[in-house]
């Protein structure tokens, strides 16, 4: 679906939006990606605004220039309900959690029997309805440093690195649902931030964390990208026993919109 050319930088609602609204960046048909689930036809809703600016952002439309159109709850449910084919629903972003209408959506889904899964950074919770929490927290290898930026700027620097990771938020969400931890992995310097942040997590939390609770994906939002990542975060993950996520839309479409 079209979006507008209205921009929120910092994923604040404007005097436009309806009552029950989300800005909604995307809306569309296709299969999951990512993580356990991948290869399952889905639809996607795509919110705008993000409170974290990760330089290797895969959807810079919804962060470090966010678009969208304002869109009701009932106007995004009868876009869902038009794909006929479709009993999964994917609330990503940016940020999805960041929207408190963000639980509407989700209660009204469930009513619907929809399956939901929601992409978050891991910083917010909201009690809501979710199938699978798929949980991406940030590692400081996404921190978008001068030298990273891709504005150039380095001014979200210090913001992101402060917030990136919430244990109670994450401790919240892992207790609420069932869930994946899925690390964008650039290299394997992150694995030592993994396995810690792994180890205070399973302090905090009331519920297991298995290893196989943990994916491990490689940073790339292109093909070519893709194959020089790949290969060594698959070793990383048989090395420490966690599971490798592929990422398949990138394999089978690139970096094109809306996949």
Not at 120 to 148: C, F, M, Q, V
Request: aromatic share 6%; charged share 30%.
């Amino acid at each position: 679906m079209p979006v507008s050319d209205s921009i929120d930088r910092d994923g604040v609602a404007g005097d436009d939006q309806p009552a029950d609204g989300l800005p909604i960046n995307e809306l569309f048909y296709s299969l999951q990606g990512e993580g356990t689930l991948a290869g399952v036809p889905s639809v996607f809703v795509r919110t705008s605004g993000c409170n974290l600016r990760c330089w290797f952002c895969d959807s810079y439309h919804t962060s470090w220039e966010p678009t969208h159109a304002w869109l009701g709850v009932e106007e995004i449910l009868a876009e869902i309900e038009s794909y006929e084919n479709a009993d999964h629903v994917v609330l990503t972003g940016g940020e999805p959690l960041l929207h408190e209408t963000s639980v509407d959506l989700l209660e009204a889904l469930a009513e619907r029997g929809y399956h939901t899964t929601v992409e978050t950074n891991g910083t917010i919770y909201r009690d809501a309805p979710i199938d699978l929490a798929s949980i991406s927290p940030k590692l400081e290898s996404s921190t978008p440093t001068p030298e990273r930026d891709p504005k150039g700027d380095g001014e979200w620097e210090d913001r992101h690195e402060r917030d990136r990771i919430d244990l109670e938020a994450l401790a919240r969400l892992v207790e609420d649902s069932d869930f994946q931890l899925k690390f964008v992995v650039t290299d394997e310097g992150d694995l030592p931030e993994i396995l810690a942040l792994l180890e205070d997590l399973r302090e905090v939390a009331a519920v297991p964390i298995r290893d196989d609770n943990v994916l491990l994906m490689p940073e790339g939002a292109t093909r070519d990208r893709l194959e020089e990542t790949r290969a060594d975060v698959a070793q990383l993950a048989m090395d420490h026993g966690f599971r490798y996520t592929p990422r398949l839309h990138v394999d089978l479409w690139n970096d094109a919109p809306e996949t």
